[in-house]
């Protein structure tokens, strides 16, 4: 069965300070890795979207690394903001069928003044 | 106004009763998707439909159904509601190219409690 795993589940920083998010995936075959914010009471917004060939991308002050063969992913955030707190959720989408989507659980991060 | 849009954005009912939450979208795409997130689980698909005529089931369409009445609306309904269907529930919408690589579009949610 396919399982996409956050680490941590929560975390909590000073604001300025920078983290990262960690997200492991089983999904085979591999199409894509999506990293999505979700604020208190909305729904998920995309961040981030690495293919198997990309290593790292980034979104301002968001960079998110994949390592395909250890089917490891990152999500660093740099000089966080108290906009930042919100869930983050890792999704990984299996080659060949759109549904075949698998969300992890979520890091709640918490940016604190 | 937003792009895809759920009404209610809460609500209360007791255990027995039928209840429909509705979608509506303004981003033109022909996938549309009804998802379930509960604490410490992520989003799990109920039903998904690709177009008018195309409704699929998810992982956990048991209790469940759709309609989708136009490309841009999309409802799921709760024929007899029961209290472990409390969830936080969302709909989405995907272009062509599918979650993959379009990414879906979420509305903001409805806060389900059933009692």
């Known amino acids: 069965k396919n399982q996409v795993e956050q680490s941590p589940q929560s975390l909590i920083i000073l604001e300025g300070k920078n983290c990262t998010l960690q997200?492991?995936?089983?999904?085979?075959?591999?199409?894509?890795l999506r990293w999505y914010k979700q604020d208190t009471g909305r729904g998920p917004v995309s961040l981030t979207i690495?293919?198997?060939?990309?290593n790292t991308k980034s979104n301002g002050r968001y960079t998110a690394t994949l390592d395909a063969d250890t089917k490891q992913s990152s999500l660093h955030i740099t000089a966080s903001q108290l906009s930042d707190s919100a869930s983050y959720i890792c999704?990984?989408?299996?080659?060949?069928?759109?549904?075949?989507?698998?969300f992890g659980t979520g890091t709640k991060l918490q940016v604190i003044p | 106004d937003a792009d895809v849009t759920q009404t209610p954005r809460n609500r209360i009912t007791k255990t027995g009763k039928r209840i429909m939450l509705e979608c509506s979208q303004t981003?033109?795409?022909?996938?549309m998707y009804w998802y379930r997130q509960d604490p410490g689980l992520g989003l799990r698909l109920i039903y998904y439909?690709?177009?008018?005529?195309?409704?699929n089931k998810g992982e956990i369409s048991d209790g469940y159904s759709v309609s989708r009445q136009a490309q841009a609306k999309f409802s799921l309904s709760l024929e007899s509601a029961i209290p472990n269907q409390t969830a936080l529930y969302f709909c989405?919408?995907?272009?062509?190219?599918?979650?993959?690589?379009?990414?879906?579009?979420f509305g903001s949610g409805t806060r389900l409690t059933v009692v």
């Open positions: 999704v990984v989408s299996e080659y060949g069928g759109y549904q075949k989507v698998t």
């Open positions: 989405a919408t995907s272009d062509e190219r599918g979650s993959g690589v379009g990414g879906y579009t």
């Open positions: 981003k033109g795409h022909d996938r």
């Open positions: 997200c492991n995936y089983t999904v085979s075959p591999f199409s894509n």
């Open positions: 439909s690709f177009d008018v005529k195309d409704i």
């Open positions: 690495m293919t198997f060939s990309e």
